[in-house]
């Protein structure tokens, strides 16, 4: 699942690097953190910073219909 979620996150605009280790992933944006943050926490995903990364830090049990749902919020938040 941290592949698929790196890889679907690596070929999104506004994605200037994406690191981690598993489902602990960072995102760099090219829009500042806090609006993208914003913008997933009004859309029902919760999201942290770390710095001036995007924080990801789903449940390893996360179902992967829940995963696309949330990483399609993420994606919308970063154009």
Known sequence: KGEYIKNE???CEGVKSVTGLGL???VKTVKPVKEVIDY???NGVLVLTA????????PLNI???LLTKA???IKEALK
């Open 40 to 42: 997933a926490i009004k």
């Open 63 to 65: 179902d992967n219909e």
């Open 24 to 26: 602990m992933i960072g």
């Open 51 to 58: 710095k001036d990364k995007l924080r990801l830090l789903p």
């Open 9 to 11: 996150l690596l070929s």
């Open 71 to 73: 990483l399609n919020v």
